[in-house]
């Protein structure tokens, strides 16, 4: 696990952890407030009951160790790459989350969504093929 | 008025938030080894620092005016317009980390932005 891998190899496995994670957490958080259901409104004792819910239900705990895991790939990271790198390349995000509803949860993909999810695959291919590290004084 | 107050707000402090917690995480140094422990020693340095402390209380400010846009407006308007995001946090890279954005890089930005603002929108 102490891998001295070159800056791009390390660079790249982080952002992807950072994507993977963050992906699962939005998607398992989705799913947990599926299954717990539309708020049904703002009184202090609805929303007691309902936070009684969401941190009952197994989808939500996981969703937020997923996030804490995106959080610690995240910040490593952003210990050596640029933020103007990380923050277009975790935009990925976008891309799978989208495609994972689509084919897990059978929700429905328009025509402008898969035309952003294309966009956002060829800027974040763009943004991939510069240093992730203009800052470095060596 | 007060929903481009808050669009601001989010916007700004959001973007503020990452830039601090980035800042934080320069200022400790590269982590090199990730071995559970040099991963939490270096996670626990990250929240000694102050700059990870003021990008904490940014996000929360821009978790706040998250909630309060959601509660006025569409969540079809809102979203798509936090894409701003990416403009701005290229900006503070380049002008407040010191970083060297190529026109590649920035077009990868621009396409990323306008993508995120399709993805919403759709």
Redesign the interface.
């Known amino acids: 696990?102490?891998?001295?891998q070159t800056p791009r190899v390390k660079t790249l496995i982080l952002v992807t952890l950072s994507v993977v994670f963050g992906s699962a957490g939005n998607l398992c958080f989705s799913a947990g407030m599926k299954q717990i259901g539309a708020i049904p409104g703002w009184s202090m004792a609805m929303l007691h009951a309902v936070f009684a819910k969401v941190f009952s239900s197994l989808w939500i705990w996981l969703g937020i160790a997923s996030m804490l895991l995106f959080l610690?790939a995240l910040?490593?990271v952003?210990?050596?790459a640029?933020?103007?790198?990380?923050?277009?390349a975790t935009?990925a995000m976008?891309v799978v989350v989208?495609l994972l509803g689509h084919y897990l949860l059978g929700e429905a993909?328009?025509?402008?969504?898969?035309?952003?999810?294309?966009?956002?695959?060829?800027?974040?291919?763009?943004?991939?093929?510069?240093p992730a590290n203009?800052?470095r004084k060596d | 008025m007060r929903t481009a107050v808050a669009l601001i707000i989010l916007v700004l402090s959001g973007t503020g938030g990452d830039l601090s917690a980035a800042h934080a995480m320069r200022r400790i140094g590269e982590v090199k080894s990730f071995a559970p422990s040099a991963i939490l020693r270096a996670l626990g340095r990250a929240f000694r620092e102050g700059w990870m402390w003021i990008g904490v209380a940014q996000m929360t400010l821009a978790f706040c005016s998250l909630l309060a846009l959601l509660s006025w407006e569409a969540v079809s308007f809102v979203i798509p317009a936090t894409a701003l995001s990416y403009v701005t946090g290229a900006l503070g890279g380049k002008y407040l980390l010191g970083e060297r954005l190529t026109p590649r890089r920035w077009a990868g930005i621009g396409l990323v932005s306008v993508g995120v603002m399709l993805v919403c929108l759709g």
């Open positions: 696990m102490t891998s001295p610690a910040l490593l952003l210990s050596w640029d933020f103007s790198y990380v923050l277009p935009a976008y989208p993909v328009t025509v402008l969504r898969w035309l952003g999810v294309g966009m956002i695959c060829l800027g974040v291919v763009l943004v991939g093929q510069t203009t800052t």
